[in-house]
């Protein structure tokens, strides 16, 4: 990836986070200063060449935090204790298909000397198969778009709808939820996780990234087991972004072009982690003689406002998509599947508006 020039809205390559997909699904407790001093380091990296000892200007940090100018020394002395003792928890499978859980430092060093400016730090060598030399299963996104978050949950659950951009949802069980963005001793009514998280985040993502989300809560009688969030493009905020770009590139005069390999590079990024898919789900842009499944259930919550997903029962829900389903396949029995759905898409809407 050294040599791509243009990657995320046709932006500078230091201007745009690389993370492989297992690094955006840890765990971590980086708070919102620290994950953005994270992501502004990650920008910088060649990626195809050793962690080099990176320099912060101390205004930098400054400027995306809270940080007292007066007494920037004190400061920047705790931001150096705070990154080293940063660790990300990663959970994978090992060759044999085991299931491994592996604890990882972000930072072998970070130093900060008086008078000069800047904090220098680096990257720990264990961070290079998911920073460095990235290849399939990686995820790019705009470090201004990340810079916009305020909250520490926001940019985690940003950086996981990145992730499934291609594939437009992600659905995941309420206790990895927890899990991910460390929940567990906080927020035990999920209303209230509700409210103070998820919400948050989505009145946020719609405010100021490119991407925004609606969700559905799916529950075993009144206890919510799993969320299915539906990712879209949010085309006026892309529009801004796009705009900033433009200036960025006029400011520089610079004029170049993506290459083929680095086009290739953002769909496989884009694509998604055939992990993360479910069962029958294949990855867009995977190498293979059939198409990604079609679900016109899916297709047609997508379609709903968050409101009108929240006033919709799940029992409603399942009979609109029965009575449409089964109307399609008996007046079109020999249809494949991908037709199907989306003649049952489009009669759920009908259904739907004529309730």
Not at 7 to 15: N, R, V, Y
Not at 120 to 136: G, S
Not at 324 to 338: I, K, M
Request: glycine share 4%.
């Amino acid at each position: 990836m050294g040599h791509q020039k243009r990657l995320e809205l046709g932006a500078p390559s230091d201007k745009v986070v690389a993370k492989a997909n297992d690094l955006i699904r840890a765990r971590h407790s980086l708070s919102t200063m620290e994950q953005r001093v994270l992501v502004m380091m990650v920008a910088k990296l060649s990626r195809e060449s050793e962690f080099p000892v990176q320099e912060i200007p101390i205004h930098e940090i400054a400027d995306i935090s809270d940080i007292d100018g007066s007494n920037v020394y004190r400061a920047a002395q705790d931001i150096c204790d705070s990154l080293v003792d940063q660790t990300v928890d990663i959970h994978d499978q090992s060759e044999e298909g085991n299931r491994r859980y592996t604890t990882y430092n972000c930072f072998s060093m970070c130093q900060y000397e008086e008078g000069k400016g800047v904090i220098r730090a680096k990257f720990n060598e264990d961070m290079r198969p998911f920073l460095l030399e990235l290849k399939r299963r990686f995820t790019l996104y705009l470090v201004t778009v990340f810079l916009r978050l305020r909250s520490k949950y926001s940019t985690q659950i940003y950086e996981l709808l990145k992730m499934r951009q291609g594939l437009s949802n992600l659905r995941m069980s309420i206790e990895e939820f927890r899990w991910k963005l460390g929940l567990e001793d906080k927020y035990q009514e999920f209303a209230q996780m509700k409210r103070r998280v998820i919400e948050q985040a989505r009145g946020e993502l719609k405010k100021r990234a490119d991407i925004y989300f609606t969700y559905r809560v799916i529950r075993e009688g009144r206890s919510a087991k799993e969320i299915q969030f539906y990712i879209h493009e949010n085309e006026e905020v892309t529009q801004e972004l796009k705009e900033e770009v433009s200036a960025l590139e006029n400011s520089q005069d610079t004029t170049v072009s993506r290459s083929d390999k680095s086009a290739q590079q953002e769909r496989e990024a884009t694509a998604g982690d055939s992990r993360d898919q479910e069962p029958s789900t294949p990855v867009l842009g995977a190498t293979s003689t059939e198409g990604p499944q079609v679900d016109g259930k899916r297709m047609f919550l997508e379609d709903l406002s968050q409101e009108e997903i929240s006033s919709l029962s799940g029992s409603e829900l399942d009979e609109i998509h029965t009575k449409a389903r089964n109307q399609v396949e008996e007046d079109n029995p020999d249809a494949v599947s991908s037709v199907l759905a989306y003649k049952t898409h489009s009669l759920m809407k009908e259904l739907w508006e004529d309730r």
